[in-house]
């Protein structure tokens, strides 16, 4: 029984695995810029006489499918490990400040240098990241319970925040260029861009396959973990850090994409057999696949106009949302 449920699991792997290349071959071949299968293909072969097709493929759309997949999965990876250490299925990367703190940072960096461009998704990184160990260190100083982390990192997303507005008050311009930034989306990103961000979610990843099965004995509870020799504290520090540098990475060149973090563990849940290790798995993939997706609808279905990630996210990120909480209501 046990290895028909294993045989089971990885074909359902297999099978995102495959839909993930479909996907990402459909958001290589159609974009805003039409071109036929000929164009397609010689662009793609590199073949003589199609240098301007071979630039859109390569250039453009070739990058903006791999920052997709890899924004999906940092904020995937780290909405599952949020999700299992709070014991709060509405968890996602702004529960730890991530947003916030990558919001705030870009914010400075275009009030005090804006002509600094190259130095923004390093801001973005720093503060998401910087903002998730300060919640770390302040919810240290309590219990450091499920409780308290998620508190904390209310109370601190609430005075970044506030601090975002005051500046974008001071400065009316700013507010031009961090909106696009506040959206989220991929376009224009480029193949250097996702060099560090890719190995620092794959470590994180990595990681956090290592710690799943005490992760799966932290979800029955901090008493009973305690008993069978976890480190509660010590655990629930390193998945936290964890979650942030994964969620840091993804902000620091998708912007502040939401929802991903929040819906992907849900689907992961649903379709697996609830283990930390089988949800990671397999949302690495759902998170590659649904901004995948939503990357491809924002280029086609206004063509030449292009919608950012984030606002297809939030049509169907916002509405998921409620679903849960009235689900929740119910089941109350």
């Known amino acids: 029984m046990t290895r028909k449920i294993k045989m089971k699991?990885?074909?359902?792997?297999?099978?995102?695995?495959?839909?993930?290349?479909?996907?990402?071959?459909l958001s290589l071949r159609?974009?805003?810029?039409?071109?036929?299968?000929?164009?397609f293909l010689g662009g793609l072969f590199n073949r003589q006489g199609f240098e301007t097709e071979r630039i859109?493929?390569?250039?453009?759309?070739?990058?903006?499918?791999?920052?997709?997949?890899?924004?999906?999965?940092?904020?995937?990876?780290?909405?599952?490990?949020l999700q299992s250490v709070t014991g709060n299925e509405l968890a996602s990367p702004n529960i730890i400040g991530v947003n916030a703190g990558a919001g705030f940072f870009m914010v400075l960096m275009l009030f005090f240098a804006p002509n600094t461009v190259y130095l923004r998704p390093l801001a973005a990184f720093a503060g998401a990241f910087l903002?998730?160990?300060?919640?770390?260190?302040?919810?240290?100083?309590?219990?450091?319970?499920?409780?308290?982390?998620?508190?904390?990192?209310?109370?601190?997303?609430?005075v970044l925040n506030?601090?975002?507005?005051?500046?974008?008050?001071?400065?009316p311009d700013v507010l031009a260029d961090y909106s696009f930034f506040s959206v989220g989306g991929v376009a224009g990103t480029e193949i250097k861009e996702l060099i560090?961000?890719?190995?620092?979610?794959?470590?994180?990843?990595?990681i956090s396959l290592v710690l799943s099965g005490k992760i799966d004995i932290l979800c029955l509870g901090d008493s009973l973990a305690n008993s069978l020799g976890v480190n509660v504290k010590l655990l629930r520090v390193v998945c936290l850090a964890v979650a942030g540098l994964s969620a840091a990475s993804a902000v620091s060149f998708a912007?502040?994409?939401?929802?991903?973090?929040?819906?992907?563990?849900?689907?992961?849940?649903?379709?697996?057999?609830?283990?930390?290790?089988?949800?990671?798995?397999?949302?690495?993939?759902?998170?590659?696949i649904l901004v995948v997706t939503a990357d491809l609808m924002g280029?086609?279905?206004?063509?030449?106009?292009?919608?950012?990630?984030?606002?297809?996210?939030?049509?169907?990120?916002?509405?998921?949302?409620?679903?849960?909480?009235?689900?929740?209501?119910?089941?109350?």
């Open 9 to 25: 699991s990885a074909y359902g792997k297999i099978g995102l695995v495959l839909i993930l290349l479909f996907l990402s071959l």
């Open 30 to 39: 159609f974009g805003s810029a039409e071109m036929t299968d000929t164009q």
């Open 56 to 81: 859109i493929l390569l250039t453009l759309r070739l990058p903006r499918i791999l920052a997709a997949i890899t924004a999906g999965a940092g904020l995937s990876v780290s909405g599952v490990i």
């Open 131 to 158: 903002t998730t160990l300060l919640i770390l260190f302040t919810a240290s100083k309590g219990q450091f319970s499920k409780t308290t982390v998620i508190l904390c990192g209310v109370g601190i997303t609430a």
């Open 162 to 171: 506030a601090g975002i507005s005051f500046l974008t008050y001071l400065n």
């Open 196 to 206: 560090l961000p890719a190995f620092a979610v794959a470590f994180c990843v990595i």
């Open 255 to 288: 912007g502040l994409l939401g929802f991903v973090g929040l819906v992907v563990p849900h689907i992961a849940r649903k379709i697996t057999d609830g283990s930390v290790s089988e949800m990671l798995k397999v949302s690495v993939l759902s998170g590659g």
């Open 299 to 332: 280029r086609t279905l206004f063509a030449p106009s292009e919608i950012p990630v984030g606002v297809i996210m939030s049509f169907v990120g916002a509405p998921f949302l409620l679903y849960i909480v009235i689900r929740r209501n119910k089941n109350a």
